[in-house]
């Protein structure tokens, strides 16, 4: 996916900061050795709550909107989300074009 930051764009970095004298020639091996030990499909697109089709915001309390999880998993489900959150039962709404319904 396109927003993921691309493994030689962290590596080009680290050698900037090395070059830099930010850090050290040692510390720059570790940062390639960590970001290349790093599989491809170890990486998941997270769908925040704002853009989730379980997350409800309705009603208006004293402290505004009431937002939480209309999902029901075995986690608790239904709790108080805030928009940034997420979790691993996201799904995004609008289906597979990743455009969020509002």
Not at 22 to 44: H, W
Not at 47 to 72: I, L, Q, T
Not at 77 to 99: L, V
Request: glycine share 10%.
């Amino acid at each position: 996916m396109s927003e993921y930051i691309k493994k030689t764009s962290i590596i080009g970095h680290a050698h900037k900061l090395q070059f830099g004298r930010i850090l050290t020639e040692r510390e720059v091996e570790v940062v390639e050795m960590v970001v290349n030990s790093v599989s491809d499909d170890a990486v998941v697109e997270v769908v925040r709550c704002r853009d989730c089709k379980w997350w409800v915001r309705e009603g208006n309390d004293s402290y505004g909107y009431a937002m939480f999880c209309d999902h029901d998993c075995s986690l608790g489900g239904q709790g108080i989300k805030k928009p940034e959150d997420y979790c691993s039962y996201g799904e995004r709404k609008g289906g597979s074009d990743g455009a969020a319904d509002n």
